[in-house]
């Protein structure tokens, strides 16, 4: 699936910075295939500091949890697993 990103704001706009971009994916208001791939990896990587599973990550990103899981097995951190909700 292609996306198509304008890099400009309509008419006469400026042009929209890697970190415009980064914090706009970081928020899940853009996938995360419109960053460089090293974004991405520090998008990941930020994610799974905040505690985050590759399911949540790959939701919020809209990566695959295959591609979440390669991106954080590259960087060398360990899987985060769900927590299992208390007993009522």
């Known amino acids: 699936m292609a996306i ?7 008419p006469g706009g400026r042009p929209i910075t890697a970190q415009e971009l ?7 208001e853009l996938p995360a ?3 460089r ?3 991405r990896e ?9 505690g985050w599973t590759d399911v ?3 939701t919020h990103t809209r990566m695959t949890t295959y591609t979440t ?3 954080r097995t590259r960087l060398r951190l360990a899987p985060h697993h769900a ?6």
């Open 4 to 10: 198509h990103l304008h890099t400009t704001e309509p």
């Open 22 to 28: 980064y914090n706009a994916c970081w928020r899940g």
């Open 33 to 35: 295939e419109v960053l």
């Open 37 to 39: 791939a090293a974004d």
């Open 42 to 50: 520090r998008l990941v990587e930020d994610l799974w500091d905040q």
């Open 56 to 58: 949540e990550i790959a």
């Open 69 to 71: 899981a390669r991106i």
């Open 83 to 88: 927590q299992k909700e208390a007993a009522a």
